[in-house]
Structures are given as structure tokens and as C-alpha cells.
């Protein structure tokens, strides 16, 4: 109990001491994203105001210039305007019809020029009222709202109806509500009882805006003098960053909201995704150690101890809950039943069979090695310990095929492919651990999968090769052949187990010669002497077992069992 309690104590202080050291981490790892979050997003509107500004800069000197360059129109300075006051002068007062047409040619020329070098958004016109002239810069556009027609049309009837006032002494443009939702914002003069000026959609003026914010999601509104919109989509700046400026040449503002900060925001709802499921796997990986620990260890353990006090020769035995680990309940019941049977055989009539008995005992302490289960399962622990959870899992998996075979099998004969099976586990398990310290090969005829034997008299030998032949300086090779063969007109086994080690000794090949002999002397491969006495108990002198060295290198070990198969010229004649 007391180890039992060190043990615990142990792995409890382990996962404190997980915990301990991913707790800080995970503490450090949230409060550098909130601040990363934070930081970024700064940046971003910081940005977003720069392109702000710059953009309302550039708009701000356009508009200066097109005042500039309508006042000096309406002056009569510079070269191109000299040229286009005369051509609205000889518009108006030329009476041929293809004079007035080419004037009206020239001026359009001049209007568009004006429109390529501020932008196409704006559009130049001159109206002539007594003659209903309209000359405009740009080609019919905005099919949305039935063509640049219905912005000329609403124009030249609000001029005509003197609805529009023109503010040639003014900087300021000013916001129209069209007909049919035709609005623009428009600045024009008055020269010679023509109207010169310029106009531009409100959605035109405040277009790039709406890309400021790469990858996300930014919406730019415009406002008049009033704070009414005029301009842009349905206000909406709940959960957004927003951003006010005010034109200096134009009566109107704009408010810019972030409403998404596109990848970077897309990239902190994955490394919240990412640290959810770094938590999950630190509860899943903290809750299966402790299972296993409670669920495989603790009745290991307690089977453990029960084995020391049999060695000892106490037969009082510690309870395994079935709730703990079923097979090994089994075999602690099955060892507890076996006791009582040998108590009661003292007799010496019943000599014969208490040896019988004596090697089913050592057939299950050779069964039930703690040693090697203890190892795999701290091969388990430091694996899950490290991180590496696929080969934990792999090892685990076949370190419970390997028990559930011992446990269920008990003395009862096994097929050739069931032992097979076990020892291909058993070799897996040693894979995981020693890695490329061996090869191994298994072959066996189809048609003696089928045939019963009795278990583990081939795990025996592989066993010895895996303990007196493998040598991490060189890489060994085991071979298990099982196959079928006809002894004086029987069928027979032919079970081979091959290494390429250094081979049996001298001493211990001359002690093997006497297989009688061997079984009833006291010696340190109590592996091969129970394999030998179970084979005599089962078989009698029928089976035959050969222990050898290779020509050039390694351990043979052959035996020869006999089997139920029909003999080859028995299956003839009835053929």
C-alpha cells in the first residue's frame, strides 16, 4: 500500500507539474494576442486615416483647380480659356448653321480635355439657355439611373427655371437632389448668359474609399452641411472603427467605418480556434493518463504483488477489481483456483499430477512477466509524457492484444495463425522499443492455419532470441516458419524459429542433447524446460525438438509436432 502511495503521490506531482508549466504559457501566449489584437488594429485604422486624408488632399486640390480654371474661363486668362470664350462667343452669335456646329465641336473638345486631366467622375458642361445647347464633356454613362440623359435633363430644367443659383463668388459646390434620384453635387458660372460648370455624383466623389482597408470590409458615407447622408450605403458603425473628416472647399464631410480587418482579423479567430483545441488536448491527454494509470498500472501493480507473494510462498492474494481490468481478474482467479488445487494434492499417488500442475504454474508465470509489462507500460507514460501520442497509442494498442491473448487462452490448444498473431505482437511491441535494433519475418503454410497446438511453446524461443541475441552495435534477424511435413506416414508440424545471433553455446547445446535429463535439472532457462515438459505432457515421445547452430551464423531451434491433418497419400486414395 505504501508503494502503492509513492506511486501516486508520483504521477499526481507529474501532472501538477504539467499543468504548472502550460498554465503560465497559455496565460502569456492570450494576453500577447489581445495585445497583438489591439496593436494591429490601431495600425490598421492608423492607415486607414492616411489614405483618408490623402484622398480628401487630393480632392480638396482638384476642386481648387477646376475653380481656378472656370474663374479664369470666365476672365478670359490663359490660353485654352481665351480659346473657349470665343468659341461659347461665336456659338452665340453666328448665324451659320456649320460654323455654330464646328464651335460647338471645338468647345466639347476643350470640355473634355478638362474632364481627362481632373478625372472622368467629373463632367464639364456649358448650356446655352436661348438656344437650349447642351455641351458636356463625358459619354452617356450611369445605366443605373437611365443614362448621363437624366442628369442633363435635370440640369438644364433647373437652370432654365432659374431653380439653381450660380455661385461664381463662392468656393463652395453644392448638393443637388435630382429628379428620379438623380443627385449630384455641382459648382457653375454665369458668363454671357451661359451657364459653365462642373458636376460629379456623390457615390463618385467618395469611391476609392470604400477599398481602404485591404482584404476587409470598410464602408464611406457623405454627409451634407445639415448631417444629412447623401452618399454611400445604410449607416450602420455598430462594431467599427470610425473615422471623420471635413472638406475645407466643399460644404460637405465624410465618415469612414471599418466594420471588418479582413486576413488579420480572420487570422486571431484561428489562433483562438487553435488554443480552444490546445486546451481540449491538454483535458483529453490529463484525463486518459489518469484512466490509465487507475484502469491498467494500479491492477498491474497489485497482479505484481500477488506474484512476488507467491514466489514466496504466501497464499494469501490481494483482490483485483473486475471494474479495473477483466483479464487480469480472470487470471488472479485463475491463480487463486490453481492454489487450492495444488494444497490439495500431497499425496504421493498424486505426484504426476501435481507436476503437471507445478508446469501450468510456471506456464503462467511465464505469462504474466511484470518486468515487461511494467516496461511497456512506461513506455506508454514517457511517450504520452513526450507528445509522441501515435506511437503511445500504437503500443497500447498492441500491449492489450498481446494480455487479452495470455488471459483468454489459458492451457486450452490455440491455432497455428492465433499464435502466430500473438507473436507477431509481441514482436511489434519489441519493434517500438528497441526500433532498428531487429528484423523479423513470419511464414506459414495456408493450409496449417487451422491446426491446434498448445500456446506459447513458439514465444518461448523467440523470446530467448530477443534476450541472448539482440545487440544494438548490429542488427538482428528473427525467422518463425511453420510448415507441414509426413513423418513415417503422419502428418507433422514443422515449427522453425531462426536468429542470426551469436548462437547457443557449447555448454548449453551439450545440456539440451538429454531433453529428459534437462527438464528435471535445476537450470536458468526455465522458459525451455517448461516449453519441453509441456510438449512431453501433451505429445509424449510423438514430438520431437532440435536445438542447433546455424552453418555460418545464429540459434535453430526445430521442432516436429504432430497435427490432425490427413496424411498426403491418405487424401490421395480417396481422391
Known amino acids: 500500500m505504501e508503494e502503492e502511495r509513492r506511486e501516486h503521490n508520483s504521477i499526481s506531482r507529474r501532472l501538477r507539474q504539467l499543468i504548472a508549466a502550460i498554465v503560465p504559457l497559455s496565460v502569456i501566449y492570450i494576453c500577447v494576442s489581445i495585445f497583438g489584437t489591439y496593436y494591429f488594429r490601431m495600425k ?50 453666328t448665324e451659320n448653321i456649320a460654323f455654330r456646329n464646328y464651335f460647338i465641336s471645338r468647345l466639347r473638345d476643350v470640355l473634355q480635355m478638362y474632364s481627362m486631366e481632373y478625372g472622368n467622375e467629373y463632367h464639364f458642361f456649358a448650356f446655352f439657355p436661348a438656344d437650349s445647347y447642351y455641351i458636356y464633356s463625358n459619354a452617356d454613362e450611369y445605366p443605373d439611373k437611365g ?41 457653375f458660372y454665369s458668363i454671357k448668359e451661359i451657364y459653365v460648370g462642373c458636376w460629379i455624383r456623390p457615390d463618385d466623389l467618395i469611391a476609392p474609399l470604400e477599398n481602404a482597408v485591404k482584404d476587409g470590409k470598410n464602408s464611406a458615407l457623405l454627409f451634407d452641411g445639415d448631417n444629412k447622408q447623401i452618399a454611400g450605403k445604410k449607416e450602420d458603425i455598430a462594431g467599427g472603427a470610425v473615422i471623420e473628416r471635413k472638406f475645407v472647399n466643399l460644404p460637405f464631410h465624410v465618415r469612414m467605418v471599418i466594420h471588418d480587418y479582413g486576413l488579420f482579423q480572420t487570422t486571431i479567430g484561428i489562433q483562438l480556434v487553435l488554443l480552444g483545441i490546445a486546451f481540449s488536448m491538454l483535458f483529453v491527454t490529463l484525463s486518459s ?60 499417488v498424486y505426484e504426476s499430477e501435481i507436476k503437471k500442475q507445478l508446469v501450468y504454474m510456471e506456464y503462467l508465470k511465464l ?50 495463425s492465433e499464435e502466430l498473431k500473438h507473436i507477431g505482437h509481441y514482436l511489434e511491441i519489441q519493434k517500438l522499443r528497441f526500433e532498428h535494433a531487429f528484423d523479423y519475418y513470419i511464414e506459414c503454410e495456408e493450409e496449417v492455419k487451422a491446426e491446434k497446438i498448445p500456446p506459447l511453446i513458439i514465444q518461448t524461443f523467440v523470446e530467448n532470441c530477443m534476450k541472448y541475441a539482440v545487440d544494438l552495435n548490429s542488427r538482428l534477424s528473427i525467422t518463425v516458419t511453420v510448415f507441414s511435413e509426413e513423418t513415417e506416414g503422419a502428418p507433422y508440424l514443422n515449427i522453425c524459429v531462426i536468429d542470426s545471433g551469436p548462437g547457443f553455446s557449447g555448454e548449453i547445446l551439450e545440456q539440451l542433447s538429454d531433453r529428459k535429463k534437462y527438464m528435471e535439472q535445476e537450470n536458468n532457462h526455465i522458459g525451455i524446460a517448461n516449453t519441453l515438459k509441456r ?40 481422391f
Not at 483647380?65 to 474661363?73: A, D, F
Not at 510462498?313 to 485463475?334: F, H, K, R, Y
Open 535 to 574: 510438449l512431453y505432457y501433451t505429445y509424449g515421445e510423438r514430438a520431437e525438438i532440435a536445438f542447433y547452430n546455424a552453418p555460418v551464423k545464429g540459434a535453430v531451434v526445430d521442432m516436429h509436432i504432430p497435427c490432425k491433418r490427413e496424411p498426403e497419400a491418405l487424401r490421395q486414395e480417396e
Open 289 to 348: 493518463t489518469y484512466s490509465l494509470y487507475n484502469r491498467v498500472m494500479k491492477p498491474i501493480r497489485k497482479f505484481s504483488d500477488n506474484l512476488e507473494r507467491l514466489s514466496k510462498g504466501i497464499t494469501g492474494m490481494e483482490d483485483i477489481s473486475v471494474s479495473e481490468l477483466t483479464e487480469l481478474e480472470q487470471a488472479n482467479t485463475e491463480f487463486r483456483q490453481l492454489l487450492k488445487r495444488i494444497n490439495s494434492l500431497q499425496d504421493e
Open 367 to 416: 505469462q504474466i512477466e511484470p518486468h515487461f509489462y511494467l516496461n511497456c507500460l512506461n513506455f506508454i507514460y514517457n511517450m504520452i509524457d513526450l507528445g509522441k501520442t501515435e506511437q503511445a497509442s500504437r503500443m497500447a494498442v498492441m500491449t492489450s492484444e498481446y494480455m487479452r491473448y495470455l488471459f483468454h487462452k489459458g492451457q486450452e490448444p490455440v491455432t497455428v
Open 147 to 187: 443614362g448621363s440623359d437624366k442628369y442633363h435633363n435635370d440640369i438644364t430644367d433647373k437652370l432654365s427655371k432659374g431653380e439653381l443659383i450660380p455661385n461664381s463668388g463662392s468656393p463652395y459646390w453644392q448638393f443637388v437632389e435630382g429628379e428620379e434620384g438623380c443627385n449630384y453635387i455641382i459648382k
Open 44 to 93: 490598421i485604422v492608423d492607415y486607414t486615416e492616411t489614405f483618408v486624408d490623402y484622398y480628401m488632399e487630393k480632392i480638396e486640390t482638384t476642386v481648387s483647380n477646376i475653380n481656378r480654371r472656370m474663374g479664369m474661363l470666365i476672365l478670359g486668362e490663359g490660353e485654352t480659356e481665351i480659346e473657349a470664350n470665343s468659341y461659347i462667343s461665336e456659338i452665340q452669335t
